[in-house]
């Protein structure tokens, strides 16, 4: 006979609104914290888009791409940042969980661990800084840079910030997973995600080979900001690539999250508690 879930979607789905609904009135107990917070998080995300704005203001074009089209290419990187860190902070702070002892929590619940890491966490202050800023980004360029915004490109635009913010949160979960063996990889953590991004921040066509490939086939950062930019833009360094790479970030993120997924399974199946649970 086949077991029941404890749990139907529809119960599932009023959880998680109870999680979002807690996370936010923890947050809401120390608003002027979080504001500063906010306001530190924006200004410091601001400086990198200053230094850009200095650097390609000597210069009319570079590799053919015109400084508003380097800051469209660049918004995708803070709201697809933002959509990740509102909806997958969980998956961002896992290491922590398991170095906290949190993890040990969620293990004695009748939930799905996944579920609750993903559930867990809300960072409000972080989607707010780097979406105003991805949002100032997009509202001065997107309708600079000959865009007709008709219907088909809202909504791949729409699907390319979510399956973006997917990518971003499994390159995330990816290099937490060490902790089942390390515990503390903040290091690693750096190292591929915050490098990669930052790289991410010019067009792909401007790096070596090497590079180029990194950011498509390792660390698919290329997937996030690169290619959506492109469909929108068609800027000439598009004939060196597949066409194809166009309409993958969906497929990207999928692959991904599965081939991360299966990973964190393998180190769960491994986990030993770090004695630190409260």
Known sequence: MKKKPLYSPGEIFILLLKYAKLS??????YKFDRIFITIAIFCREMISVVVMFLILARFVRINGWEYNQMFFLYSFLFL?????VLFFAGMRDFDNMIYSGEFDRFLTRP?????????????????????IVGIILF???????????????????????????????SIFLFSACFSFWTYKVDN???MIFFNARRISGY?????PGIIQKLLMFVVPFA???FFPA??????????????????????????MFLLVYAFWKKGVSRYSSTGTAM
């Open 111 to 131: 939930l799905g661990l996944m579920y609750q890491i993903v559930a867990s966490r809300i960072d409000l202050s972080a989607a707010l800084g780097h979406g």
């Open 230 to 255: 492109q469909y929108f833009l068609r800027k000439s360094d598009m004939s060196s690539y597949w066409n194809g790479f166009l309409y993958m970030t969906p497929v990207v993120a999928v692959i």
């Open 203 to 207: 067009p792909l066509s401007f790096y």
């Open 188 to 190: 690693l953590r750096n």
């Open 80 to 84: 697809s940042y933002s959509v990740f």
């Open 223 to 225: 997937f996030v900001n």
């Open 24 to 29: 936010i009135k923890s947050i809401l107990e």
């Open 139 to 169: 509202v001065n360029t997107a309708f600079s840079v000959g865009i007709e915004w008709n219907a088909k490109n809202i909504i791949y635009y729409i699907v390319a910030l979510l399956t973006g913010a997917v990518i971003q949160a």
